[in-house]
């Protein structure tokens, strides 16, 4: 099957060197520009108070892997949205968790707002923002995460605590993420539930892989990882970071 998988991939990268164009499929659109997150004092508050709730977590001996975590699970259903372009998570991710809020701006008018393009496609440090404005909410980005259990912690809070359906920012190995097929280098997408107790982490793909490459995955929608896939994929990213 990685044999397979293998073949596939390098006939994938011989089609898109031979048509530049398409060169963002691979990535599923995101900026690969290391950009600064511009910080406000509501990036500060939440932090202060992510750590207090960490800290009284690691007081009470909790951890990941434990209920005394206040929940160790949390599971929300958001509205699903396909990403209308190849370089589109970043608009359909903002539009999905928009629409979990209220009614959802078009994916056009976020692109618009985030600067999505084909040469540059989404800056992730800037979806909190467009969140903000098209549902109202007050998200904050963060990272980088320090180590997967940061990461894990920050889903808790912001799944759980926040009460938010987060972003985040992924590298994918087609050969250790399931149901993917090939390597995207960036791919924004919704987290909308976590569950401890198994250890699983359930995204809101906007991006279904057998849509826009032959012989790709089903990955869009609702799906649901083993947490390592999906922390492994975070911290692979340069950015490591979430929107919560």
């Known amino acids: ?9 390098a006939a994938i990268t011989i089609a898109m060197l031979a048509q530049p164009a398409a ?8 900026d690969p520009r290391p950009t600064k997150n511009v910080t406000t004092a509501l990036d500060a508050r939440v932090e202060a108070e992510f750590r207090a ?12 892997q434990t209920a005394a975590i206040d929940a160790p699970y949390k599971y929300f259903y958001t509205p699903s949205h396909m990403q209308e372009k190849n370089y589109y998570c970043g608009p359909a991710t903002v539009q999905i968790i928009d629409d979990y809020w209220g009614a959802p701006a078009s994916q056009a008018e976020i692109s618009k707002y985030l600067g999505t393009d084909t040469a540059k496609a989404t800056d992730f440090s800037l979806v909190d923002n467009a969140i903000n404005k098209f549902a109202g909410q007050n998200y904050v980005y963060y990272g980088p995460c320090t180590s997967t259990s ?15 359906p987060m972003a985040t920012d ?3 190995d087609g050969r250790l993420m399931d149901r993917y097929v090939f390597n995207h280098a960036g791919h924004i997408v919704p987290m909308e539930a976590f569950d401890w107790r198994s250890m699983v982490i359930r995204l809101n793909d906007p991006y279904d892989e057998r849509d826009w490459l032959a012989g790709g995955g089903a990955t869009g929608g609702h799906m649901t990882y083993p947490a390592k896939q999906i922390s492994d994929s975070v911290m692979a990213h340069f950015r490591r970071a979430v929107v919560y």
Do not use: C, Q
């Open 1 to 9: 099957m990685r044999f397979t998988k293998a073949i596939a991939a």
């Open 53 to 64: 709730w960490l800290l009284g977590n690691l007081r009470s001996g909790g951890g990941i």
């Open 170 to 172: 992924m590298k994918i």
């Open 150 to 164: 940061d990461f894990n912690y920050r889903v808790a809070y912001g799944l759980g605590t926040r009460l938010h």
């Open 23 to 30: 060169a963002l499929a691979a990535g599923t659109g995101d």
